[in-house]
């Protein structure tokens, strides 16, 4: 699965919300509404999803699953670059 | 006291949801206290309770919200919706700055804690739920319910076990009387039906082990009584002060006039046999109301099922209305459904207000042979009666005693 597509899934179950109403260049504060906790919750997610760290620092309610992609993408070149180097 | 009108009622209860479902179960004298099946309980001394089972069914609230939340939230956020419906009333025409909330909770949202307690013990911190902070306390409802209204004026949660929500009608009639809302939603909500919950009931030591007999366990005042039943549900009523609710034509349903409370201030646990503190909040609400004991004309008890409790329920009834105790109907109605703990004030005006708009008086079901007479007990089966004022006691743990005194009519 596309990590785009695993975002949009981790959310939309963590929300019960319908496909429809996750935007992917929305703010998830404006068009969902999301509330603190519930990005507390998404962090944890999306760690166990992608098996990165993340803080509640850099998701926030002003990120959108696009803003969320590219960081997730960055940490997952990260890591890849440093196993390639370990070996 | 300045008197109160209740102009809408919501009720979640084993009984039924919603007033009508309500009354009719109450009046045709239906048990419904069953061996509890959410939870393997079959090793708990006492493993019968007043279940709801169905609340899904009657729910308006997302699952995005329900997730965040216990069982008692959800039973608050249904009973508001039915007494808003049912006073006619459209919150959001409101001045959010003057409504408000007082509710009533004995021990919090256990299902929910347990859940990610358990969950904390096996997968560590990350394995419980951010909500558990917000989703457990006792205040939790009253958070879930102003939230969802945009609720501003001043608000409170009384947690004095099972006296609660009796207290949170009494002290929300007070705050009314100062003019400093509109508009009260007021009442209580438990849901001890939870593994933990019903451990630490059962350690209390007051609740009925005769499992065999579910329907027939809750037996207050009867010579075979041998304690309690729990139930869950949630109680919650609209409260507008009369010239307000005359104004906009509301159903006046009844009147709050007078409250009062004390504490017995003797033991943690047991109260004081002679039931000179509950006399005391009782004279102290027919005194608020300006209604002499004379003009009480129906009692809805207490009505522990314990030796001690009872005994001073019936001992302070005595002492404040003599002679007369012999023939005011007096009845315990949750012996159908189970004391709903801190929701059991609030169900038990609720049950009073119905009466009146029926001219009928629930009964103690159970209740064979008193262990302790003087008092007209409405045993059985419902009598007709037309009940103008009435009186409603609720206590708690440790002797907390309260008395809410409410009419039918305006005077």
């Keep these: ?87 | 006291m300045r008197p109160i009108a209740i102009t809408g009622i919501g009720i979640v209860s084993p009984s039924g949801i919603g007033k009508r479902q309500f009354w009719a179960n109450i009046k045709a004298g239906r048990s419904f206290i069953k061996s509890i099946t959410r939870f393997d309980s079959g090793l708990y001394p006492s493993h019968i309770a007043g279940q709801i089972d169905d609340l899904d069914a009657y729910t308006h609230v997302s699952e995005r919200l329900l997730k965040k939340m216990d069982a008692f939230s959800h039973m608050a956020l249904i009973s508001s919706e039915m007494a808003l419906q049912d006073a006619g009333l459209d919150i959001q025409k409101e001045d959010p700055n003057l409504v408000g909330i007082f509710l009533g909770n004995a021990i919090g949202g256990w299902l929910y804690a347990e859940t990610e307690l358990r969950d904390l013990y096996r997968e560590g911190r990350e394995g419980v739920s951010p909500y558990m902070a917000s989703a457990w306390f006792p205040a939790a409802p009253q958070g879930q319910v102003s939230i969802y209204y945009g609720i501003k004026g001043f608000s409170k949660t009384v947690v004095s076990d099972r006296a609660s929500s009796l207290m949170a009608l009494g002290y929300a009639g007070k705050t009314l009387g100062k003019d400093k809302l509109n508009l009260i939603l007021a009442g209580g909500m438990e849901a001890p039906v939870t593994p933990y919950a019903l451990l630490c009931c059962n350690t209390y030591g007051c609740l009925s082990k005769n499992n065999d007999n579910p329907q027939s366990a809750y037996r207050p005042f009867d010579k075979k009584r041998d304690g309690f039943v729990i139930g869950e549900g949630a109680g919650i009523v609209t409260l507008e002060n009369i010239e307000r609710a005359k104004a906009r034509q509301a159903n006046i349903q009844a009147v709050i006039s007078g409250y009062g409370t004390t504490c017995d201030g003797k033991d943690r646990i047991n109260p004081a046999t002679d039931g000179k503190e509950l006399a005391r909040a009782i004279q102290m609400a027919l005194d608020d109301a300006q209604v002499s004991p004379e003009k009480i004309d129906y009692i809805s008890l207490d009505g522990m099922a314990c030796d001690d409790w009872d005994l001073g329920e019936v001992s302070a009834i005595k002492q404040v209305f003599g002679d007369k105790a012999k023939t005011i109907p007096a009845s315990c109605p949750k012996s159908m459904f189970g004391n709903l703990l801190g929701a059991s004030g609030v169900v038990d005006v609720i049950t009073t207000v119905l009466s009146m708009e029926h001219n009928l008086v629930p009964p103690t079901i159970n209740l064979d042979e008193p262990a302790n007479n003087g008092l007209n007990y409405i045993k059985k089966e419902a009598k007709e009666y037309k009940i103008n004022k009435a009186l409603v006691i609720s206590r708690g743990r440790g002797g907390i005693n309260s008395a809410l005194v409410i009419e039918k009519g305006v005077r």
């Design chain 1, 1 to 87: 699965m596309e990590v785009k597509e695993k975002i949009r899934e981790t959310i939309i179950n963590l929300l019960k919300l319908k496909p429809q109403e996750l935007k992917d260049n929305e703010k998830l504060c404006e068009g969902i509404g999301a509330d603190s906790t519930e990005l507390v919750e998404l962090v944890i997610a999306l760690e166990k999803a992608f098996g990165v760290k993340l803080s509640a620092k850099e998701i926030t309610k002003f990120c959108s699953v696009d803003d969320i992609e590219k960081m997730i993408q960055s940490k997952l070149s990260d890591f890849s670059s440093q196993l390639s180097a370990k070996r």
